[in-house]
Nanobody
Framework: EVQLVESGGGLVQAGGSLRLSCAVSGFTFDDYVIGWFRQAPGKEREGVSCISRSDDSTYYADSVKGRFTISNDNAKNTAYLHVNSLKPEDTAVYYC????????????????????WGQGTQVTVSS
C-alpha cells in the first residue's frame, strides 16, 4: 500500500520558518513527482510546488516563489518543503501528493489532484 506521511507543521510567528516533510512508502516506481498543496479555511486547495525525483526539476506558485524551497532526499524517499519568511496568509493545511500515474517531471500542478495524498500537516502563522 502506498502511503504518504507529512510532518513538520506547527505554530510560528510571521517571518519564521518551518521544514515540512513528506515520507513516501510502498511505491515501487523510481521516477515520480511529489507535489505540495495547501488549503486555507474557506478556500480551495492550491498547488504550491512540485519536484521531480528523477532530475530535481521544480515548480513554484507565484505566491511562494522566493520564500519556499522544495527538495528531495531519494535515499530516504522523502520530499521536503522549506517554508521561509512566513506570512499569516500562509496559514493552511499543507498536503503532499504523489503524482499518479507517475510522470517523470512536474506536470501542470492542478493535474496532480488525482494522485495519492497524505493526511496533511497544519501550518499556522501568527502576526
Amino acid at each position: 500500500e502506498v502511503q504518504l506521511v507529512e510532518s513538520g507543521g506547527g505554530l510560528v510567528q510571521a517571518g519564521g520558518s518551518l521544514r515540512l516533510s513528506c515520507a513516501v512508502s510502498g511505491f515501487t516506481f523510481d521516477d515520480y513527482v511529489i507535489g505540495w498543496f495547501r488549503q486555507a479555511p474557506g478556500k480551495e486547495r492550491e498547488g504550491v510546488s512540485c519536484i521531480s525525483r528523477s532530475d530535481d526539476s521544480t515548480y513554484y506558485a507565484d505566491s511562494v516563489k522566493g520564500r519556499f524551497t522544495i527538495s528531495n532526499d531519494n535515499a530516504k524517499n522523502t520530499a521536503y518543503l522549506h517554508v521561509n519568511s512566513l506570512k499569516p496568509e500562509d496559514t493552511a493545511v499543507y498536503y503532499c501528493v504523489l503524482d499518479f500515474p507517475p510522470r517523470a517531471r512536474c506536470p501542470e500542478i492542478a493535474t496532480m489532484r488525482d494522485g495519492i495524498w497524505g493526511q496533511g500537516t497544519q501550518v499556522t502563522v501568527s502576526s
